[in-house]
């Protein structure tokens, strides 16, 4: 068992590769659809369709990604281990799917029903126009939820299958439909007396469709793709019914601090929900390159020892999974916080984004972008209580988190605005994660801490030394007349050069890992 927990310790890496490799595909794609919104479109256009949006979104956490996948990946995976394997689990994903289905047409088609209300339970404080036209978003992106939700599915049956490659590059669609439909219709659909911000919607409905579209063939081939059925009698369906009802409880508590956000946002003048939004989507950055992406590959393997009842194997795992996930956050929490403003002015200061938008979101980006080592420790862990059967804690600790937020925005937001919300999120995600480390330490007779705690002071002196240097370079750059794009962008490349270095001279194990595996891929190739 050793040497297999072993292989699969160094399998990690490289899975979370493939998965990393297309959430950057992702990502930078995102980046892109960012800055064409913000260019684009006026602030009162995007803080609507940040609402609207919203809504699915958080819907389809529960009912697809967050939910299902760590629900049905593990009973899949428990599946494929039995004796007669992909037959039993065939038959399962067929009517896991078939009541997947009926639940995403049941909730889409109440959400366009009852779009207005909803709207006005996240937007309380919106009136008028404003109002108008994050309901009309709403009842157009809801179908969203449905397109997303089957592809979270389907990506639970290849992860499962250690097929990671498609659904990691899948996601990328979205944001090819998001920039299409940002340059192409907005001129049209004003020309026709239609609301240009319909077109944010437009992208929307057809990148989730065409995700859904991409997985297919990979299914097909892996004998996935067969017709759904309706049995929730079935006992594998029964069990993940099981783990999902207090997962969902759990996540749905963890985005009601999104949903509460958004209402209190909307109540902060307009731009306050878009600052907040694109700080926000620069964190996922970070966040859904490798962080995302080792979680993903993470629970399988430990869903399998868990299964095996192997605790020694789970717990190396979960450590060295850990380590690597914070090599990537804590840089990224440095720069974030201590770069935020040239950042944002590089990716973003241009067209309808003025240097107002630009200061204000570096304010968020503060905040938010501290947090992000947080948000990957919670990443990690919350895997293995789900690998463990324990959905519980997590819900008992997401409920405190919530309590954290509450306080927090309600404590800030008077004096701070935007900026206090941000605040909170930050904060309510250290208590969610001190506390799972807690709860965990109870479960695991070891979690490796001293080995975590080395990689972590190691990582830690090499994101100061190297955003020191950035903010020299920055310093420097200043006696210097030069396009205001050019000191983020130097700035970012110096931080990232001398970190690399500094991690190097330290001797970072986690550093030689993750180019070891590039190396082997690229030799591959």
Not at 41 to 54: G, I, L, Q, S
Not at 381 to 388: G, N, R, S
Not at 401 to 427: E, N
Request: with cysteine.
């Amino acid at each position: 068992m050793a040497n297999d927990g072993e292989r699969e310790r160094q399998k990690l890496v490289g899975r979370a590769g493939i998965v990393g490799a297309g959430t950057l595909f992702s990502r930078v794609l995102g980046l892109g659809r960012d800055m064409a919104l913000a260019a684009i479109f006026r602030r009162e256009e995007t803080d609507a369709f940040f609402v609207a949006f919203t809504i699915p979104n958080a819907l389809r956490q529960l009912l697809g990604e967050g939910a299902i996948s760590s629900a049905v990946v593990p009973v899949l995976s428990k599946k494929l281990a039995e004796d007669d394997g992909d037959v039993s689990a065939r038959a399962f994903f067929s009517r896991v799917r078939g009541a997947s289905l009926v639940a995403l047409v049941v909730v889409t088609l109440l959400g366009m029903i009852f779009a207005r209300p909803i709207s006005e339970v996240f937007a309380g404080g919106y009136h008028g126009a404003e109002l108008e036209r994050t309901v009309q978003l709403t009842r157009i992106v809801f179908p969203y939820l449905f397109f997303m939700g089957t592809a979270a599915l389907g990506m639970a049956a290849l992860n499962a299958k250690r097929k990671f490659a498609v659904a990691a590059f899948a996601p990328g669609l979205l944001n090819v439909a998001f920039i299409a439909a940002a340059f192409l219709l907005p001129g049209p659909f004003e020309r026709m007396g239609i609301d240009r911000s319909i077109a944010i919607g437009v992208g929307a409905l057809v990148g989730g469709a065409l995700q859904v579209l991409a997985q297919w063939p990979a299914l097909r081939k892996i004998g996935f793709a067969s017709r759904p059925k309706i049995d929730f009698k079935d006992p594998a369906v029964r069990e993940v019914l099981r783990r999902i009802a207090p997962m969902t409880f759990g996540i749905g508590v963890y985005y009601v601090d999104l949903v509460l956000s958004r209402r209190f946002l909307s109540e902060l003048g307009t731009g306050a929900q878009s600052y907040f939004t694109w700080a926000m989507r620069l964190c996922d950055f970070p966040q859904g390159i490798f962080v995302m992406a080792l979680s993903t590959v993470a629970l399988p393997s430990l869903s399998e020892f868990a299964a095996r009842g192997d605790m020694d194997e789970l717990g190396k795992t979960f450590a060295h999974g850990l380590k690597l996930a914070l090599f990537v956050a804590i840089p990224a929490s440095v720069a974030f916080a201590f770069l935020a403003e040239p950042l944002v002015v590089t990716l973003f200061q241009r067209g309808q984004f003025d240097s107002i938008s630009a200061h204000e979101t570096a304010k968020a980006l503060f905040y938010q972008g501290g947090a992000i080592w947080t948000v990957a420790v919670v990443r990690q862990v919350v895997p293995v209580f789900y690998a463990l059967g324990d959905t519980r804690t997590p819900v008992l600790v997401s409920a405190l988190d919530l309590l954290a937020f509450i306080f927090l925005a309600t404590t800030l937001r008077g004096h701070m605005g935007h900026v206090g919300i941000s605040i909170a999120v930050g904060g309510s995600s250290f208590v969610q994660m001190a506390l799972l480390v807690v709860m965990l330490r109870r479960k695991l007779d070891t979690m490796h801490g001293q080995g975590i705690l080395s990689s972590v002071l190691k990582t830690l002196a090499a994101s100061v030394v190297g955003v020191l240097a950035a903010r020299a370079s920055i310093m420097v750059m200043t006696d210097f007349s030069v396009p205001r794009a050019i000191p983020g962008l130097l700035a970012f490349a110096c931080f990232c050069a001398v970190f690399v270095i500094a991690a190097l001279l330290l001797k970072s194990s986690e550093l030689g890992e993750l180019t070891g595996a590039l190396q082997r891929r690229l030799a591959r190739k």
